[in-house]
Nanobody, 113 residues
Framework: QVQLVESGGGLVQPGGSLRLSCAAS????????MGWYRQAPGKQRELVAVIFSSGSTNYADSVKGRFTISRGNAKNTVHLQMNSLKPEDTAIYYC???????WGQGTQVTVSS
């Protein structure tokens, strides 16, 4: 089992920045990929960014050039640096690790003036 704890959400104005963090505990040796998903009201959960154990990354087209996913100094942490935030980035952001898939509790990100 893997437990995930997210932090760093909040309210920010358009154009601002936020940094999300996710710390994994438990059977972290089995983790192949860690990533961030988001779910806006009335919409399906979607992939935002993922980083694999090799260090390679993938991003949703909507966040390319604005968001950066990275691992912390400890391999069990992952960060999402979000710059140039837009109102459409407003969602609950979930940390994910696997396989098999494990989810954090989610953290709210609100982009509004």
């Amino acid at each position: 089992q893997v437990q995930l704890v997210e932090s760093g959400g909040g309210l920010v104005q358009p154009g601002g920045s936020l940094r999300l963090s996710c710390a994994a505990s438990g059977s972290i040796f089995s983790i192949y990929a860690m990533g961030w998903y988001r779910q806006a009201p009335g919409k399906q959960r979607e992939l935002v960014a993922v980083i694999f154990s090799s260090g390679s990354t993938n991003y949703a087209d909507s966040v390319k050039g604005r968001f950066t996913i990275s691992r912390g100094n400890a391999k069990n942490t992952v960060h999402l640096q979000m710059n140039s935030l837009k109102p459409e980035d407003t969602a609950i952001y979930y940390c994910n690790a696997g396989p098999p898939s494990h989810w954090g509790q989610g953290t709210q990100v609100t982009v509004s003036s």
